[in-house]
C-alpha cells in the first residue's frame, strides 16, 4: 500500500496540459491558477484557458 507525506500535494498533471498551460499568456494562467480546482486534463485546460479569455 502506497503513503502519502502530503495530502494537500496537487495530483501530477497530464503532461500535455502542463506544456499547453505553460504555453497560455500570464494573465489566463493567473484565472487558471484562481480556480479552485486546477485542470488536470489536457481538454479541461483548453476549456479553463477558453473561458478565462472570455472574461478579458
Not at 2 to 23: G, I, K, V
Amino acid at each position: 500500500m502506497e503513503t502519502y507525506t502530503d495530502q494537500y500535494a496537487p495530483l501530477p498533471m497530464d503532461p500535455r496540459a502542463e506544456a499547453y498551460f505553460r504555453s497560455l499568456p500570464g494573465h489566463i494562467q493567473a484565472q487558471i491558477n484562481n480556480r479552485k480546482h486546477r485542470p488536470a486534463t489536457y481538454e479541461e485546460m483548453v476549456k479553463a484557458a477558453e473561458e478565462a479569455e472570455h472574461i478579458y
